[in-house]
């Protein structure tokens, strides 16, 4: 194993006083429990709105913590979920009166800590409603979760949720908007390599030198089917073909389109990749009326990419234009 870390039991810890060290201006980061809040939290009168997960993926979560997306986020340590501890105390940390939105994505750590956090909350009389992401078409009960995973559309929730919160609207109508995101978003992931967490110095599966994993989750769990690599046209193909049957999308439904690597990718190969996505929804008839290419909802160092597409409306299109200032996306500031 070769990375650049001291102690791996201590690498989540000094990657986040480095994260603090590098974004003051825009957050900060608590150590006892472990969270990542704006630097202006809280705000009075506006909604708050959290997510959390494993380390691991960065940017996600701390990365799109500050004005127009996330208020506050959790990060457990390496692909494991944070615990109600943390979330309890951002979500405290981010109450302005205006009660707090969870968005959760759908893993069985994940949810039964928030669950758990929220009801913590609530008996300190804040309000917490949840949001659950479960966008990946590509399988049902993985190895971390009953039901479908929650991965890239997870991304677009927190911008569109968190557009909505800054612009004043109630919690129950930023939950509204967090639900419709779900429905209208849908994801597919893929490996070529797979990653190694440090505490276990190894690498999470094994694939041959000429194989993919199609279907891969966020923590290198097993997908559909192992294939022997394709071109980077028919491996495109292959995932949003799938990503368009199962909302399924239709000519004329403009979507906002991410393009998301893994970690290891370079990205000339991601825009090789977003190339070939919109020469798919071009023949199909569908606008990309939004896009993201680059490193967004990660794996570690694992090679790979994931596709993810959002039916937009005005509404969302809207909300997704308005400004954010984060570690990781930033515009119209």
């Not at 979760?145 to 559309?153: I, N, S």
């Not at 999470?204 to 980077?232: K, N, Q």
Request: charged residues 20%; glycine residues 12%.
């Amino acid at each position: 194993m070769k990375k650049l870390i001291n102690d791996p039991r201590d690498a989540v810890r000094e990657s986040l006083a480095g994260f603090a060290a590098a974004h003051a201006d825009v957050l900060r980061v608590c150590f006892d429990p472990v969270y990542v809040v704006r630097a202006d939290a809280p705000i009075a009168g506006k909604v708050g709105v959290i997510s959390g997960g494993g380390s691991g993926h960065e940017p996600m979560h701390g990365g799109f913590v500050g004005q127009g997306m996330l208020d506050a986020a959790c990060p457990g340590q390496v692909f494991t979920s944070p615990t109600p501890d943390q979330m309890e105390a951002a979500t405290c940390a981010v109450d302005g009166g205006a009660g707090v939105l969870h968005i959760v994505k759908n893993y069985t750590g994940d949810i039964m800590n928030f669950e758990m956090a929220a009801e913590l909350c609530q008996a300190r009389g804040i309000e917490v409603q949840a949001v659950i992401v479960n966008d990946d078409v590509a399988v049902q009960d993985s190895l971390y979760t009953a039901g479908r995973r929650g991965v890239g559309t997870t991304v677009l929730a927190e911008k569109i949720c968190g557009a909505a919160a800054g612009r004043g609207y109630d919690r129950g109508r930023v939950a509204a908007l967090g639900r419709k995101v779900n429905a209208n978003g849908r994801s597919m992931g893929m490996a070529l390599t797979p990653c190694i967490v440090p505490a276990a110095g190894k690498p999470s599966f094994v694939l041959g030198e000429d194989e993919i994993e199609m279907g891969i989750g966020i923590h290198g769990e097993p997908g559909r089917e192992r294939l022997p690599l394709p071109p980077a046209r028919e491996l495109t193909a292959h995932m949003t073909e799938a990503i368009l049957a199962d909302l399924p999308f239709r000519a004329g439904d403009r979507v906002i389109a991410m393009l998301n690597g893994m970690g290891g990718t370079p990205l000339m190969e991601l825009y090789l990749v977003y190339g070939e996505l919109e020469r798919i929804l071009h023949a199909r008839q569908i606008p990309v009326a939004r896009r993201l290419v680059g490193n967004y909802i990660t794996s570690l160092e694992m090679a790979g990419c994931s596709i993810t597409l959002l039916k937009a409306d005005e509404e969302l299109l809207s909300l997704w234009d308005d400004p954010v200032l984060t570690p990781a996306l930033r515009w119209g500031i």
